[in-house]
């Protein structure tokens, strides 16, 4: 899977070779939605033998990142139009569209259950989705830049406390312990997956070797107001490098960082 600067999503089989994709009129310069995921697809007989295998458009602005769930039925997607959209992998699906508090969004991934979704961009906060109840759980308040790094500890997560990090262009690194039981839910509560209701938009016209499929609309979540979230605190701040982060990784013994200048440094991991 690759994503592109005009907000589009590409997909490819290693097993098959290139061939030139051209997309129709159906893709290009279309009204910018909220809800947008056009699918387009070679030709069955070019697609047996031929990449790309699908090819999503989501957006007329940058995707920034992308992240698949454990399971790889799903696929969680973020860009610069502040937009997180989960999208079942498997069916060409997208399901739920979540706005972020303010700007775009530049990275995003899954907890080790698959529970739990985290992002960060231009509003400094790390923010914790919760995938099958479709809601956000909490927005996480510590840096004082954009965030452009967000990484789950697989070590230290379990079913009552998970442990994640974020890294900033304020060149901070968060360490972050997420409890569900003592933190308080938003006073309104979102559907559960499963119980809305989809319409269907009409097909657009057909492409010349092309089979184009419009999908049901997703569940469109609204941004929700400070006082309806919970604000997590951070557990650990530490400024660590001179110029602005951009990664976090976690490995069994040691925190890796990067930041803009190409760095790479390895931390031990606090006690």
């Known amino acids: 899977m690759a994503s592109f600067q005009d907000g589009s999503i590409m997909l490819f089989d290693k097993e098959k070779e290139d061939?030139?994709?051209?997309?129709?009129?159906?893709?290009?310069g279309s009204v910018v939605k909220k809800n947008m995921f056009?699918?387009?697809?070679?030709?069955s007989k070019v697609a047996s033998k031929c990449n790309p295998v699908s090819h999503w458009k989501l957006s007329n602005q940058a995707i920034t990142a992308f992240a698949f769930s454990p399971d790889c039925q799903h696929v969680a997607v973020v860009g610069h139009d502040g937009l997180l959209r989960v999208i079942n992998f498997l069916q060409d699906r997208m399901s739920d569209v979540y706005e972020a508090y303010y700007g775009g969004l530049f990275c995003v991934v899954w907890s080790p259950d698959g529970k739990y979704i985290l992002t960060g961009g231009q509003d400094d906060l790390v923010t914790i989705w919760d995938f099958k109840e479709q809601r956000i759980v909490a927005r996480c308040q510590g840096h004082k830049s954009w965030v452009r790094?967000?990484?789950f500890d697989?070590?230290?997560?379990?079913?009552n406390v998970y442990r994640f990090a974020s890294v900033g262009e304020d060149a901070r690194?968060?360490?972050?312990?997420f409890s569900v039981n003592a933190i308080h839910k938003p006073k309104k509560t979102s559907r559960r997956r499963g119980t809305s209701v989809s319409t269907v938009s009409s097909s657009p016209p057909p492409?010349?070797?092309?089979?184009?499929?419009?999908?049901?609309?997703?569940?469109l979540?609204?941004?929700?107001?400070?006082?309806q979230v919970a604000f997590l605190q951070p557990t650990i701040v530490k400024t660590i490098h001179g110029d602005p982060c951009i990664g976090v990784y976690f490995r069994e013994d040691?925190?890796?960082?990067t930041d803009k200048r190409g760095r790479v440094n390895i931390w031990k991991r606090p006690s």
């Open 19 to 28: 061939e030139s994709f051209h997309l129709g009129n159906n893709s290009k």
């Open 38 to 43: 056009i699918v387009s697809k070679p030709s």
């Open 149 to 151: 790094g967000v990484a």
């Open 154 to 159: 697989s070590w230290r997560c379990d079913e």
């Open 173 to 177: 690194l968060i360490l972050w312990d």
């Open 207 to 219: 492409m010349t070797s092309l089979l184009a499929t419009i999908q049901p609309q997703p569940t």
């Open 221 to 227: 979540h609204p941004v929700l107001s400070k006082s």
């Open 254 to 257: 040691v925190i890796v960082t």
